[in-house]
């Protein structure tokens, strides 16, 4: 009796052993194979949105503000982007992003009148499409893993980065101007668009919501100018460089 007793009490102790193993298994099966909840996360999908503040201290710039109702702070604008990245080690990250930022101003000439004693209106649009390669820098660990099974993300991780890539700007003026050798009154569309080099540094924090979701709070500044061509091609390089505030919830695979 005593032999069988203690073969149903090992039989039941190995039961309850792969139970206890297999638990983990059981719930990788019902989140459908082998996710981040059971590893590091190797890929995050980041949506953005913040606001730009742009130098717009050139040529362009000035000589707009100077005859124009145009503050420089006119220039600044709500900013929308997207970013992929991909975990390189536990601290880097590589990223590809892009982003579209858009002001349109409604304006008049500050010290000219038309012949009926009327304003003389126009409106002056700036759209910047910057395309971003990244590197990303944190400055303490991700998560941890705990066993085998299971990946545990740190609540706060800070961060710095640096990138480079293209913007591609489209400055445009529609509306009524004046020829100030004849001081006759014109209707024209000026227009100039190209693409620059840009560099950029940045740095933020991720807030995790859970395993799967976090939070992305970001400062950064751009090194941005242009040539510019056809109207405005007698200006200096155009400054489209400046601060961005952006914030973004990002998705961890």
């Not at 149903?8 to 139970?19: H, P």
């Not at 500050?110 to 759209?127: H, K």
């Not at 400062?219 to 155009?238: I, V, W």
Request: charged residues 20%; contains cysteine.
């Amino acid at each position: 009796m005593k032999g069988i007793a203690r073969r149903l009490v090992g039989c039941a102790l190995l039961t309850a052993s792969g139970l206890v193993l297999g638990a983990p298994e059981a719930v990788l099966a019902q989140q459908g194979g082998d996710g981040f909840l059971f590893r590091q996360p190797r890929v995050t999908v980041k949506f953005e949105s913040g606001y730009g503040i742009l130098n717009a201290r050139s040529d362009v710039f000035d000589f707009t503000i100077e005859q124009l109702t145009v503050g420089r702070r006119d220039f600044d604008s709500p900013y929308v982007g997207g970013e992929l990245a991909v975990r390189v080690t536990e601290r880097w990250d590589a990223a590809l992003g892009v982003g579209f930022q858009s002001s349109s101003v409604k304006s008049e000439f500050r010290d000219w009148v038309d012949l009926d004693n009327l304003p003389i209106e126009q409106v002056t649009d700036l759209q910047l499409i910057p395309l971003v390669v990244s590197a990303r820098y944190y400055l303490r660990e991700r998560g941890r893993q705990i066993g085998r099974f299971a990946w545990i993300p740190n609540g706060f991780a800070p961060f710095v980065g640096a990138g480079i890539g293209v913007v591609s700007y489209s400055f445009e003026q529609n509306g009524d101007f004046v020829d100030f050798q004849t001081f006759d009154v014109f209707t024209d569309r000026l227009h100039t668009e190209g693409d620059a080099f840009l560099a950029r540094a940045s740095g933020g924090v991720n807030l995790s919501l859970n395993k799967q979701f976090v939070l992305t709070a970001e400062a950064r500044y751009t090194l941005a100018s242009a040539e510019p061509a056809n109207d405005f091609s007698d200006f200096d390089k155009m400054d489209l460089g400046g601060f961005q505030l952006v914030g973004g919830i990002s998705i961890r695979f």
